[in-house]
Structures are given as C-alpha cells and as structure tokens.
C-alpha cells in the first residue's frame, strides 16, 4: 500500500518561505515520479511542480523562479521549496506519486497539508 504523508505547512506572511515534504512509502520511490498539487478553497486541484525518475522537472507559470522541487531516493523524500510567498499561494498542498510498471499506472495521493500566506 502506498503512503505520502506531507508536512511542513503553516502560516506565514507575503515574501516568506516554506519547505514541504512528502515521505513516500510502499513503492520504489527511484522509480516514481513525483508531483506537487495545490487546491485553493473554491478551485480545481492544480499541478504546482513535478519531478521525474530522471529528476527532469516542470513547473506551473505562477510559481516559475518561486518554487523549486527535488528528490533524495535515498530517503524517500520528495521536497517543496518555496520562495517570496503571495497571498494567492494559499492552498492544500498535495503530494503525488505516479509508478508505471508495463501497462500498469499507480497513482497516489497524501493527505495535504495547509499553506496560507496573509497579505
């Protein structure tokens, strides 16, 4: 069974930093790609970054310079730092796991973990 569990969420003022993790269990984490999402009380669910098996990322245009994601196989952990914080950032940040085996996709969620930045 495949557990992300997130932390590092909080409060924090516009300009500020946060740092998420997410720790992954239950897949073979090289093999995965990783992914950040964000909802926003009223909003779809949106991509905020990704990060391949190959460490190839991608970010969404609003966070381009801002944010930045990485990997450390060797712990498991997926990472989420972000820079000069805006109110509009304010969200649940979620993790996300994609393992494809042959024709085989599995993709995971964790629990989110709340982001509000005050103006």
């Known amino acids: 069974q495949v557990t992300l569990v997130e932390s590092g969420g909080g409060l924090v003022q516009a300009g500020e930093s946060l740092r998420l993790s997410c720790a992954a269990s239950?897949?073979?984490?090289?093999?995965?790609?990783m992914g950040w999402y964000r909802q926003a009380p009223g909003k779809q669910r949106e991509l905020v970054a990704t990060i391949s098996s190959a460490e190839s990322t991608n970010y969404a245009d609003s966070v381009k310079g801002r944010f930045t994601i990485s990997r450390d196989n060797a712990k498991n952990m997926v990472y989420l730092q972000m820079n000069s914080l805006k109110p509009e950032d304010t969200a649940v940040y979620y993790c996300?796991?994609?393992?494809?085996?042959?024709?085989?996709?599995?993709?995971?969620w964790g629990q989110g973990t709340q982001v509000t930045v005050s103006s």
């Open positions: 996300n796991s994609v393992v494809v085996n042959g024709p085989r996709k599995l993709t995971s």
């Open positions: 239950g897949i073979i984490f090289s093999i995965a790609a």
